[in-house]
């Protein structure tokens, strides 16, 4: 304890090993499927039009990417990472342009498929050892210019030079990538030439099987967080299914929102569902009809899966309420639906919800809206969707705001610091209503002390933390019981 000897202010600086835990995100989208265009690796996509410049927007009847990425921002999503699975074969289409004698460079389409035929390109003169270089994508008239790059150089030292300029993985180009071949030649500079396209090399999109979107899953993990992941248009008897819940489980911070086949039944889909068993998953029934973004026909509308649109529900209720509240309810309408593949009789219903199927229903002056929140695992600790996700958002909360203790001396100083850090995070988490019980002590506890800490553990390294928590579940059946006053009758409905 310093001694003070005159009056005045004096600061002093205090270690504290008691550190705050920020909240992570509670799950940003995650898309993978077969597509035309677009880069090969997880890519975040913050919005619609983001999604058109890099993917391109619509393209065929049956590649669902685009509807379900649409969906999920009409419906609240905020940022989705977007893997595009090329398949096997899968070229990117390229042009070289000569110098005056010999080969200088080589103009490769962005990503791999026949997307990249309909970039051209035009080369012109801008003074001694300088060139432009003009993109345009879907013809070779002015009015179809996507990019121009200007004052570039073939020499390497030079501050202009095309490949770093153009190649830049923050400010560089979204059609292009382009390769110095080194020419021979005393000027390297590519001559003048009219507007090209990239069919030197032919590109192909490739062949895709179950196998790859397989294969293509485990890139996610270069994503630091949690993610709700869909295959758009992959239904739940799908190979990747079963590969994509595993991944989740292995992980423990994602989710996987599973769609049902198109024209399925719901005796099919949910013996497909229950066969599934999984508490890292949810499967929603049926598809939904929307207002089709991708005509310009009046009242035209699309059938589309409806993983893209429960996932942007899931966000906008976990930013309005939370993530331990059910992504269910009148609440819940989905934005842009128009109507459901098929309308549901309540026989229908018992069969979905025992069969572990979220249904999506039509309902008189509410819309079309989600009404399930069942997981794949009929288990009661992991029955619930909001249950499941919310223990991940904890899971995932505490081993980010625990990193601060390693290396740190262990002893109680530092048990009393991790102690703090995750009971502050937990009673913020209570006050919000995301934990059960009238008190705190009945929402959570935290034991991180010498009865779990054997000296044993510390001459190992070792620091152990134990973490209950009492967690929400949705209020699935709402029972009204009412009995008549005179003559003793009752009746109960069961909404």
């Known amino acids: 304890m310093p001694s003070y000897k005159r009056p ?7 270690l504290s090993l008691s550190q705050a835990i920020s909240n ?3 799950g940003t989208a995650a898309f993978v499927a077969a597509f035309h265009r677009g880069p090969v690796v997880p890519t975040l996509v913050e919005s619609w039009n983001e999604f058109l410049t890099l ?8 590649e669902y990417l685009p509807f379900a990425v649409y969906q999920f921002f009409s419906n609240g999503g905020r940022q989705a990472y977007i893997l595009r699975v090329a398949g096997t074969g899968a070229v990117k289409a390229s042009r070289t342009i000569n110098d005056s004698t010999n080969p200088s460079l080589r103009i490769d389409a962005e990503n791999p498929g026949t997307w990249g035929g309909q970039i051209y390109v035009e080369t012109q003169a801008a003074g001694t050892g300088r060139f432009n270089l003009i993109v345009r994508y879907g013809g070779t008239g002015d009015d179809k210019i996507v990019e121009r790059w200007l004052d570039l150089s073939m020499v390497d030292n030079d501050a202009r030079y095309a490949p770093s300029i153009i190649n830049s993985i923050t400010a560089g180009s979204s059609y292009i990538r382009v390769a110095d071949l080194n020419s021979a030649s005393a000027d390297q500079t590519p001559v003048a030439t009219s507007a090209v396209a990239l069919t030197t090399v032919v590109g192909v999109n490739g062949t895709v099987a179950a196998s790859d979107i397989q294969t293509a899953i485990p890139l996610f993990d270069t994503v630091d967080g949690p993610l709700t992941i869909n295959i758009p248009g992959a239904d739940a008897a799908h ?18 929102v599973i769609d049902p086949a198109m024209g399925q039944t719901v005796s099919s889909i949910s013996a497909a569902a229950t066969a599934l068993a999984s508490a890292w998953g949810a499967v929603y029934y049926p598809w939904v009809y929307v207002a089709d973004p991708s005509s310009n026909s009046p009242g035209a509308i699309k059938l589309v899966p409806p993983g893209g649109s429960v996932i942007g529900q899931y966000a906008q209720t976990d930013a309005t309420r939370g993530i331990f509240k059910a992504p269910a309810g009148i609440a819940n309408r989905i934005v842009g639906a128009v109507g459901v593949e098929a309308r549901l009789t309540n026989t ?3 069969t979905l919800n025992t069969g572990l199927v979220n249904a999506i229903r039509q309902m008189p002056g509410a819309g079309v809206v989600i009404m399930g929140a069942r997981t794949l695992k009929s288990s009661a600790s992991d029955r619930y969707v909001p ?3 919310t223990l991940n958002f904890i899971r995932k909360a505490l081993l980010d705001g625990t990193r601060w203790a390693v290396f740190e001396p262990n002893d109680a100083t530092l048990w009393g610091g991790i102690s703090t850090s995750i009971q502050q995070f937990l009673l ?3 006050q919000r209503g995301g934990l059960r019980g009238t008190t705190a002590s009945e929402a959570f506890y935290v034991r991180c002390d010498s009865s779990n800490n054997t000296p044993q553990d510390i001459a190992s390294g070792q620091v152990n933390i134990e973490v209950g928590v009492a967690l929400q579940y949705p209020a ?7 009995g008549q006053w005179e003559g003793g009758a009752t009746a109960t409905v069961t909404v």
Do not use: K, N
């Not at 190979?239 to 996987?256: E, P, S």
């Not at 699935?476 to 009412?482: D, K, M, Q, S």
């Open 348 to 350: 229908d219903l018992d």
């Open 387 to 389: 249950t499941r996700r």
């Open 476 to 482: 699935e059946f709402v029972v009204i019981r009412i």
């Open 24 to 26: 992570p995100t509670s």
């Open 428 to 430: 913020a988490l209570w």
């Open 55 to 62: 993917y391109g927007g619509f393209a065929g009847a049956t």
């Open 8 to 14: 005045g202010v004096y600061a002093e600086e205090v």
């Open 239 to 256: 190979a990747a299914q079963t590969t994509l819940l595993a991944y989740c489980a292995a992980r423990g911070d994602c989710f996987a």
